[in-house]
C-alpha cells in the first residue's frame, strides 16, 4: 500500500514522514492541507514543482498525481504517468542509410579469418563475388581486396518504410544539372559561331528572305517557337518539339464557337471537342471550318483503311503473311481478289437457290416505300390514346384464312365431335386432311359403329381391355350393383301387384264390351304417364339437390373443401330420360328474351 495514501499530494510533498501525534493535531494538519489545496486551484497559491522544475497541475486528480510505493519517488512528480524511456522505441534518422562500396584501407598481407579468395575481411569465401583465383590471397598474400564497410542496422519506422527517396543522394541531382547546363552552353558556342559564319559568306541574308517567303504556318510555327522560352524547357525549332501544342492566337477556340451550354462538350484536358457544335444552327459557313473531331474520323479513307486492317487481321489469322504497313500494294490486291470472289459466290449461291426452287416472281415485288405508303386518312388521337377524329383502322379477326374450305368439305376441321375425336360434321369423317365423300361417307361411320357395337365379340374385348380396378372402385361398383338390384326388386313388386290388380279387373269385366277393353288400355297408358311423373319429379328433386351442393361447394375455398366433396365425381354414369328431361327443364336459356322476367 501506499506509505501516505490518505494525505492530498500537496500535504505528501511537503511532508517526507508522516506527522505523528493526537488525533486534534491530525485534524489541524488535515484541514491545513485542504485550504492549501483549494488556495492552490483558485491560484493564490503557488502550484507544486516537479524535479525538472515544471509546475504541476492542482486540478489533476489525486489518483494520478499520488506515488505508488513500489516506483521509490519521496517528491512530488508525474514522472511515473509518462512513458518510460526504456520502453520508448528509437528508429533510424533521416540521413541514416547503407553505405556503398568499400573503405579505402587495404591491407598488406592477409589477416587470419579473411576471405581465403579475395583477402577480405567482411566476408567468407562462399560468400565472395570476385572471380575465383587460381591460388588464392591466403597463400599467395597479393592483391587483397579492400574491406567493405560495416553496415548498420537500420531500424525503420512506418513512414521509413515506405520512404521512396530513402537513401538518396541530392548531389547526384547535382551532377544531372551541370551536365545538362554544360550541353546548353555548348549549343549557344556551336549558334553563335554558325551565325559568324553565314555573316563572312554571306548567306545569312537568303536564309533571312527564305523564311520571310516562306508558308505561313511553318513561319508561324517558328516564330512562336523560338520566344518559346520556359523553365524547364528544352526546344529546338528544327526538330518541331512542343510547337504541335501552341495554338496561333488568330484562331477562334473551340469553346469559343458555340456559347450554348448544351452545345457539344468540351474537353478542357485533351482540348478536344468531338461533336459538331453546329449541329442545331443554320450556320452552314461557319459549319464547314470546323465540324467536330469525330469529322474526321468518318471522312475521307478513314472507313477504307480500317476496313482494310481489319481485313490483315483477318488473313494474318487464317495464315496469310500480309501487313497493312509494311505491304500495302499486296494487301490492296489481296483484298480486290476476295471482294470479286466473294460477290461472284453469291451470286452464283442465288441463282442456283432460284433455279432449283423457283421464286423469282417474288422478287420484283414493289419497293418498301409503296407496300407501306401514307395515307391522306386524316385520325387524330388523344393524349390517352382514344379516337377524336377520323376512322381508325379496322382490327384484322384472326391470323389465319376463314371460310375457307379444303378437299371438297363444306365444314372445317373440328366442328363435329365424337367419342373424344375431332373431326368435319359434312361427312363425319376423323382424319384431318382427308376427301369429303359426303353423306355416304356418314352412313358408313354410322354403319361401322353400329356393326361395332353388335359384335359378339365386343363386350368381351372391352372387359379384356379394361385395366384393373382398384379396391375402392370395386367397392363402388358393388355398392351400385346391390341399389340397382333393390330398386329392380321394387319396381318387380309394383308390376305384380298392378297386374294383380288389373287380372281382378278383368275377371270382374269379363263381360263387358269392346268399349271397356278400350277403356282398360287407356287406363293403362295413364298409370304408365303417371308413373313416368313421379319419375321426372323425383329426377328434379335429385338435380335441384345437385345444384346446391354444387353452389355451397364453390362458395367454399378450396383449402378448406371436405376430403370427399368431389367423391360423386366417379360415380357418374349414363343418365336416363327422366334425368335429361329434368335438366332440360332446369336448364337455364341465355338466349330467351324472356328468361330474366321469369
Not at 117 to 132: F, I, L, Y
Not at 187 to 209: C, F, P, R, S, W
Not at 228 to 246: A, E, Q
Not at 465 to 477: A, D, G, N, R, T
Request: with cysteine; net charge neutral.
Amino acid at each position: 500500500m501506499a506509505g501516505i495514501s490518505t494525505l492530498l499530494p500537496s500535504k505528501a510533498a511537503k511532508f517526507e514522514n508522516p506527522p505523528i501525534g493526537n488525533s486534534e493535531s491530525k485534524r489541524e494538519d488535515w484541514r491545513k492541507a485542504k485550504e492549501l489545496e483549494e488556495a492552490r486551484k483558485a491560484g493564490t497559491a503557488p502550484a507544486l514543482t516537479d524535479e525538472s522544475g515544471k509546475d504541476i497541475n492542482p486540478h489533476i486528480p489525486q489518483y494520478i498525481a499520488t506515488v505508488p510505493w513500489y516506483v521509490g519517488i519521496d517528491h512530488p512528480t508525474l514522472k511515473h504517468q509518462r512513458q518510460q524511456e526504456e520502453k520508448i522505441k528509437k528508429f533510424s534518422g533521416l540521413g541514416e542509410w547503407y553505405k556503398k562500396g568499400v573503405s579505402g584501407t587495404v591491407a598488406t598481407k592477409f589477416r587470419k579469418g579473411a576471405c581465403a579468395n579475395c583477402g577480405s575481411m567482411t566476408h567468407k569465401k562462399k560468400d565472395c563475388v570476385e572471380r575465383p583465383r587460381k591460388v588464392g590471397a591466403q597463400f599467395t598474400g597479393d592483391k587483397i581486396a579492400p574491406d567493405e564497410h560495416a553496415q548498420p542496422n537500420l531500424n525503420m519506422d512506418y513512414d521509413g518504410k515506405r520512404d521512396r527517396w530513402n537513401g538518396y543522394d541530392p548531389n547526384e541531382h547535382e551532377r544531372v544539372i551541370q551536365e545538362f547546363a554544360k550541353v546548353e552552353e555548348a549549343k549557344k558556342h556551336l549558334k553563335v559561331k554558325k551565325l559568324y559564319d553565314d555573316m563572312l559568306t554571306g548567306e545569312a541574308n537568303i536564309e533571312q528572305e527564305q523564311r520571310d517567303a516562306g508558308s505561313g504556318d511553318e513561319g508561324d510555327e517558328d516564330k512562336y517557337a523560338d520566344d518559346f522560352d520556359m523553365p524547364g524547357t528544352n526546344f529546338d525549332s528544327k526538330r518541331r518539339i512542343t510547337v504541335r501544342n501552341l495554338r496561333i492566337r488568330e484562331d477562334t477556340a473551340k469553346y469559343l464557337r458555340n456559347l450554348n451550354p448544351n452545345s457539344a462538350h468540351y474537353d478542357p484536358k485533351t482540348r478536344s471537342m468531338r461533336m459538331n457544335p453546329y449541329k442545331d444552327t443554320s450556320n452552314a459557313e461557319q459549319q464547314s471550318e470546323f465540324a467536330g473531331e469525330n469529322f474526321v474520323r468518318s471522312s475521307g479513307d478513314t472507313q477504307k483503311m480500317a476496313s482494310s486492317q481489319l481485313f490483315a487481321w483477318d488473313a494474318e489469322r487464317k495464315g496469310t503473311d500480309v501487313h497493312l504497313q509494311a505491304d500495302p500494294t499486296k494487301l490492296e490486291l489481296l483484298q480486290r481478289q476476295f471482294t470479286t470472289k466473294k460477290e461472284d459466290f453469291k451470286e452464283k449461291q442465288k441463282s442456283g437457290i432460284l433455279e432449283k426452287y423457283g421464286g423469282t416472281e417474288h422478287l420484283d415485288a414493289p419497293p418498301r416505300e409503296l407496300l407501306f405508303a401514307q395515307t391522306e386518312d386524316y385520325v387524330e388521337y388523344s393524349k390517352h390514346g382514344t379516337l377524336i377524329k377520323g376512322q381508325e383502322k379496322a382490327k384484322v379477326k384472326s391470323r389465319y384464312e376463314e371460310d375457307v374450305y379444303i378437299n371438297n368439305h363444306s365444314s372445317v376441321w373440328g366442328s363435329f365431335w365424337r367419342e373424344g375425336c375431332w373431326g368435319y360434321s359434312c361427312c363425319h369423317s376423323m382424319v384431318k386432311m382427308s376427301y369429303c365423300v359426303g353423306t355416304a361417307g356418314r352412313t358408313a361411320q354410322e354403319a361401322a359403329a353400329t356393326l361395332a357395337i353388335t359384335a359378339p365379340g365386343h363386350q368381351e374385348e372391352e372387359e379384356e381391355e379394361e385395366p384393373e380396378k382398384s379396391l375402392l372402385e370395386q367397392h363402388k361398383e358393388k355398392l351400385e350393383t346391390e341399389t340397382a338390384k333393390k330398386k329392380e326388386k321394387r319396381d318387380k313388386k309394383k308390376e305384380r301387384k298392378k297386374r294383380r290388380k288389373q287380372k281382378k279387373k278383368n275377371k270382374k269385366e269379363e263381360s263387358s264390351s269392346s268399349s271397356s277393353s278400350s277403356s282398360s288400355s287407356s287406363e293403362s297408358e295413364e298409370d304408365e304417364e303417371a308413373i313416368r311423373q313421379a319419375k321426372i319429379e323425383k329426377a328434379l328433386k335429385e338435380q335441384a339437390e345437385h345444384d346446391r351442393e354444387a353452389d355451397k361447394l364453390l362458395q367454399i375455398d378450396e383449402r378448406k373443401r371436405p376430403y370427399n366433396s368431389l367423391s360423386s365425381m366417379n360415380n357418374y354414369k349414363e343418365p336416363t330420360e327422366e334425368e335429361m328431361e329434368a335438366f332440360r327443364m332446369k336448364r337455364k336459356r341465355t338466349d330467351d328474351p324472356m328468361a330474366d322476367f321469369i
